[in-house]
């Protein structure tokens, strides 16, 4: 057994801390925004990270997408910035769709320029009653006479919509549901700006109202949404474990930096005992989180819907883990913790969504729960 990252994934982890490096100046400012910042935009482009997000054939890096590689990239990422990591995320959850059951013109015709990051994808789940329960959506795909299909619904808090060049769509179809690619140049398209949330985030919600494409453009077989949700969270949901470790781990060099050098009753913080526990305990919950995340993202390298369960374990504990660290990390801090746009305050409400998005930990409580129940005998 082997706990160090092959060289492969140190060289990438350099990449990424390079690339995290060079947007450290404009972080604070892109974090803020909530359309894609320019010069961020450009630093990922000559990153050439985004090629990690598609197959080689594709114009990828690797055989297959890597989700122990994407988790490091996102680690390192989202310590200094959450426009950054989504940026580079959403390459990868917007297509792999397209690169799990894609047709060889859809694949040809966009993951090549989704490995350079050219273009922009968005993945249209949710719906303004449709969170969890993706088995209510309401979006539908019908038929018509000349053989097209035709898309009717609304797609709420979809990152990356106002910039996406395209989106997957989950919608009913029949008794059913499919995927469909629907480029963003199609006619009945409109997108508006989500509320602005606890930290800014690239969001839209999307009408789809008589959107008409060929039939080609639901991506597998018809009746595979589910199956394709599935396949995307498999390789993607460690992922946001992957971000929540480097956002903790960056919140406890803010803490410890500070607790070092204040000095209260005579002596600094971090030696008074009640800080020091929460240092402690920081540090301990950190390294237990990265553990099992990078254990999941190896698992899911081999076969990632087998390491689902490992996965959204993962998920729960990085993304719950980050939000009680970066709480502690602010009480360490006192009255600077709270100093708006600071560091650790931008972190700690770009913590909160963690827990939301990409299954939110309730829900993920009941996965591992069922798997439990099934395995024991
Ligand atoms: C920053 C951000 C980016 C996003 N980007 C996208 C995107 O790109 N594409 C997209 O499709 N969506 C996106 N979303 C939406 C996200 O996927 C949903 O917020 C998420 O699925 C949860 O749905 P909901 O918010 O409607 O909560 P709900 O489903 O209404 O759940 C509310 C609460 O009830 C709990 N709950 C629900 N059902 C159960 C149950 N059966 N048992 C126990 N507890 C339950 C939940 O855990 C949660 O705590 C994004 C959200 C955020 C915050």
Redesign the pocket.
């Known amino acids: 057994m082997n706990f160090e990252l092959d060289k492969k994934y140190i060289e990438i982890q350099k990449d990424a801390r390079e690339f995290a490096r060079e947007i450290e100046p404009i972080a604070a400012e892109a974090d803020e925004m909530s359309t894609i910042h320019p010069e961020v935009l450009a630093a990922l482009r000559k990153s050439n990270l985004s090629d990690l997000m598609v197959p080689r054939e594709y114009g990828g890096r690797f055989e297959h997408v890597d989700p122990l590689a994407i988790c490091i990239v996102r680690e390192a990422l989202m310590a200094v910035s959450s426009h950054a990591d ?1 940026l580079f995320a ?1 390459q990868g ?2 297509s792999f769709a397209i690169t799990a059951s894609g047709s060889t013109e859809q694949k040809q015709e966009w993951l090549p320029r989704i490995a350079t990051a050219e273009v922009l994808p ?6 303004p009653d ?5 088995k209510n959506a309401s979006t539908t795909i019908e038929s018509d006479d000349d053989g097209n299909i035709v898309i009717n619904g609304e ?7 106002p910039s996406a060049s395209f989106f997957v769509v ?1 919608a009913r179809d029949g008794d059913q549901y499919s995927m469909v690619l629907v480029p963003s140049t199609a006619d009945g398209i409109s997108v508006r700006p989500t509320p602005e ?1 606890i ?1 800014p ?1 690239v ?1 839209g919600d999307v009408t789809f109202s008589n959107v008409k494409l060929p039939s080609s453009a639901i991506l597998g077989q018809p009746g595979q949404g589910l199956k394709l949700v599935l396949a995307t969270l498999a390789v993607f949901r460690v992922s946001v474990a992957g971000a929540s470790v480097g956002l903790a781990q960056a919140a406890l060099e803010e803490a410890t930096r500070h607790t070092r050098t204040r000095v209260q009753f005579g002596k600094p913080l971090a030696r008074l005992g009640p800080v020091a526990q929460m240092l402690a305990d920081s540090w301990t919950e950190i390294e237990m989180a990265r553990l099992l995340t990078y254990r999941a993202a190896a698992s899911a390298v081999d076969d990632p819907a087998a390491a689902l369960n490992l996965s959204s374990m993962a998920k729960l504990a990085s993304s719950e883990a980050a939000g009680r660290v970066v709480d502690r990390c602010v009480q360490m801090m006192g009255r600077f913790g709270l100093i708006r746009n600071s560091k650790i305050e931008k972190l700690y409400r770009q913590a909160r ?1 963690m ?9 993920l ?2 996965g591992i729960a069922r798997q439990l129940t099934q395995e024991i005998e």
């Not at 797609?155 to 919509?161: C, E, G, Q, T, V």
Request: aromatic share 8%; proline share 3%.
């Open positions: 989504s959403l959850i917007g968005a993945l249209a789940l949710t719906e449709v969170g969890s329960d993706l797609k709420s808090w979809i990152s990356n919509a989950f949330i930290a985030h969001l969504p827990r939301i998005y990409e299954g939110a930990s309730e829900i409580r009941l």
